[in-house]
Nanobody
Framework: VQLQASGGGLVQPGGSLRLSCTASGSIFGIDNMAWYRQAPGKQRELVAI???????LYVDSLKDRFTISRDNAKNTVYLQMSTLKPEDTAVYYC???????????????WGQGTLVTVSS
């Protein structure tokens, strides 16, 4: 199983970006999907979670600017980020709780991270 994240890049303050992360490989089912981020010199932190039925949970400080969504048919989770600030600069990681077969336990898988830089 692989999680491939994309969509990062350099954006000016106030701009927007949309991150994508697709899970591929032997997948029986995916439960929660999430985005985390890790800024330079800081610990990785949760950004948002979305369940298989579309319920969402956000870090309070980001919920007005970030939107998480998913396409279950494509095993893909998205993060729409708007009104970006320099403090949003970080490597963004996707996470999925999934099982490979009906007989496996649900395990967490991580994407490789995509760098978002907010700078003028």
């Amino acid at each position: 199983v692989q999680l491939q994240a994309s969509g990062g890049g350099l954006v000016q303050p106030g701009g927007s970006l949309r991150l994508s992360c697709t899970a591929s490989g032997s997948i029986f089912g995916i439960d929660n999907m999430a985005w985390y981020r890790q800024a330079p010199g800081k610990q990785r932190e949760l950004v948002a979670i979305i369940s298989s039925d579309g319920s969402t949970l956000y870090v309070d400080s980001l919920k007005d600017r970030f939107t998480i969504s998913r396409d279950n048919a494509k095993n893909t989770v998205y993060l729409q980020m708007s009104t970006l600030k320099p403090e949003d600069t970080a490597v963004y990681y996707c996470n999925a709780l999934l099982r490979e077969t009906p007989f496996n336990s649900t395990l967490p898988y991580w994407g490789q991270g995509t760098l978002v830089t907010v700078s003028s």
